[in-house]
């Protein structure tokens, strides 16, 4: 029996709240602000994965490509249990990523905060912290350590919560990338300011994926709203039908952290984003 998707980002969002207690202990949120570069504007992750306008009648432009270090998750248990985050941020700056997504929640998905600074001091590719984002600390954290944007859920989060972060994280000079699933979340993400979308083709109550929720609310997201299709996107023919639509960007993570050869299947799945072919 599947567990309602509530109860799955409460048990979430649970874990986050005492970890980031411990983390605020440790370090407090005014020694965060204190240690902070000179902020930069935000827009530097959704500029790198905004795909632009083809000329009437010309081809298709690129999709942008959204590489993702994940070590493990709910849905599929553990991907690559020893992969090293900065061997795989080489491999995906030398195969063509517009930017780069970090999955740093350390209870369900084996990720590490401590990442970030390594990964942003060795390639230049924007890069996204993808956590369960339910306090302001986590967005100065996000930022003293060097990210461009963070993941915000629609699912997990109310209106006025979602509201208030996508502006934080701003001032801040962070981007956010909130995360929908279904035709509901999509008004309230574009009400609370969002103009980075990213389309989860996960259902949250079954885990179970499917391409039809990328297609079906990309013409749905507005022309100036950069949209991003996110999981279940492992082969040439997905981005290819993707390329075909409005879609700005397209995460890969769970291709690339089990394949053989991380940089070969790269190499096949950027050519696939181009519109061309490889043997």
């Known amino acids: 029996m599947t567990?309602?998707?509530t109860d799955f980002l409460a048990r979430i969002a649970d874990d986050r709240r005492r970890r980031i207690e411990a983390m605020r202990l440790a370090v407090p949120g005014h020694t965060l602000r204190a240690a902070l570069a000179p902020t930069r504007p935000a827009g530097r992750l959704e500029r790198a994965l905004r795909r632009g306008s083809a000329r009437a009648g010309g081809p298709a432009l690129p999709?942008?490509?959204?590489?993702?270090f994940k070590r493990a998750s709910p849905s599929r248990g553990v991907l690559n249990a020893?992969?090293?985050p900065l061997a795989f941020?080489?491999?995906?700056?030398?195969g063509g990523a517009a930017a780069m997504s970090l999955v740093t929640e350390p209870d369900h998905f084996h990720g590490d905060l401590a990442w970030v600074a390594p990964v942003r001091a060795a390639v230049a590719l924007p890069l996204l912290v993808k956590d369960f984002?339910?306090?302001s600390y986590q967005l100065l954290d996000a930022a003293a350590r060097g990210a461009d944007g963070v993941l915000l859920l629609a699912a997990l989060l109310s209106d006025v919560?979602?509201?208030r972060l996508i502006t934080?994280?701003?001032l801040l000079g962070l981007d956010t990338l909130v995360e929908i699933h279904d035709d509901d979340e999509l008004p309230r993400a574009l009400k609370a300011g969002a103009t980075l979308i990213g389309i989860n083709n996960r259902n949250l109550r079954t885990f179970e994926v499917d391409l039809a929720t990328s297609l079906r609310l990309v013409p749905r997201v507005p022309p100036l709203v950069t949209a991003v299709a996110e999981s279940g996107l492992s082969t040439p023919a997905d981005l290819e039908r993707l390329r075909e639509t409005r879609c700005d960007a397209v995460l890969i993570g769970e291709a690339l952290m089990t394949a053989a050869d991380p940089a070969a299947t790269l190499a096949t799945l950027a050519a696939a984003a181009r519109g061309a072919?490889?043997?």
């Open 63 to 68: 999709l942008k490509l959204l590489c993702e």
């Open 277 to 279: 072919s490889r043997s």
């Open 3 to 5: 567990q309602p998707a």
């Open 89 to 94: 941020a080489r491999i995906y700056a030398a």
């Open 168 to 170: 934080e994280a701003r």
């Open 82 to 84: 020893g992969a090293d």
């Open 161 to 163: 919560q979602m509201q």
């Open 133 to 135: 984002v339910i306090d």
